[in-house]
T-cell receptor, first 114, second 114 residues
Framework: QKEVEQNSGPLSVPEGAIASLNCTYS??????FFWYRQYSGKSPELIMF????GDKEDGRFTAQLNKASQYVSLLIRDSQPSDSATYLC??????????????FGTGTQLKVEL | GAVVSQHPSRVICKSGTSVKIECRSL??????MFWYRQFPKQSLMLMAT?????????EQGVEKDKFLINHASLTLSTLTVTSAHPEDSSFYIC??????????FGPGTRLTVL
């Protein structure tokens, strides 16, 4: 079992729709959860992070965390063609301390169609 | 804030030569930097964790004598790929971590070994 699992996609959604990206993790000791966006040929950029169960909203993005189910998701509202990218889920054991390493999933490719 | 640079962005070298990649945190001090490698259509694989003033911690399977890491200051870490071979061709990405909570990625270095 992979430590962090994501459906590789591609996930295709029409412009303006809600894109839902999912991630499961195996380490129950994980406490910090991150979503990164990576365009082809570029390095990842941080979208948002979440520590507590529930929802966290930032603009068009909402991260959802359910530690009991070991599940974290990212919702993108009003999807735009510019959102087309690979979305990487990452987990970390600690909450504070940037020194704790991140474990990445393989990413979900999102395609937003006109 | 939280800008990380890498140099060079792209390098082509002959088999058997060594290549040095620099990673700099431009607007913060990074006590910890991370080096990743990403092959096409695969996720980021952590190679090593670099702490300022101490030896790097390498992930299992990563040859420390082949991938030399130096973290001489709080704003600079270098990765030297020694005696590079075509199978070392990859996208190398560093990230830097301020003391707070997350990692910020550099733009990456694409290495091609002929």
């Amino acid at each position: 079992q992979k430590e962090v699992e994501q459906n590789s996609g591609p996930l295709s959604v029409p412009e303006g729709a809600i894109a839902s990206l999912n991630c499961t993790y195996s380490d129950r000791g994980s406490q910090s959860f991150f979503w990164y966006r990576q365009y082809s040929g570029k390095s990842p950029e941080l979208i948002m992070f979440i520590y507590s169960n529930g929802d966290k909203e930032d603009g068009r993005f909402t991260a959802q965390l359910n530690k009991a189910s070991q599940y974290v998701s990212l919702l993108i509202r009003d999807s735009q063609p510019s959102d087309s990218a690979t979305y990487l889920c990452a987990v970390r054991r600690g909450i504070t301390g940037g020194g704790n390493k991140l474990t990445f999933g393989t990413g979900t490719q999102l395609k937003v169609e006109l | 804030g939280a800008v990380v640079s890498q140099h060079p962005s792209r390098v082509i070298c002959k088999s058997g030569t060594s290549v040095k990649i620099e990673c700099r945190s431009l607007d913060f001090q990074a006590t910890t930097m991370f080096w990743y490698r990403q092959f096409p259509k695969q996720s980021l694989m952590l190679m090593a964790t670099s702490n300022e003033g101490s030896k790097a911690t390498y992930e299992q399977g990563v040859e420390k004598d082949k991938f030399l890491i130096n973290h001489a200051s709080l704003t600079l870490s270098t990765l030297t790929v020694t005696s590079a071979h075509p199978e070392d061709s990859s996208f190398y990405i560093c990230s830097a971590s301020p003391s707070s909570d997350t990692q910020y990625f550099g733009p990456g270095t694409r290495l091609t070994v002929l």
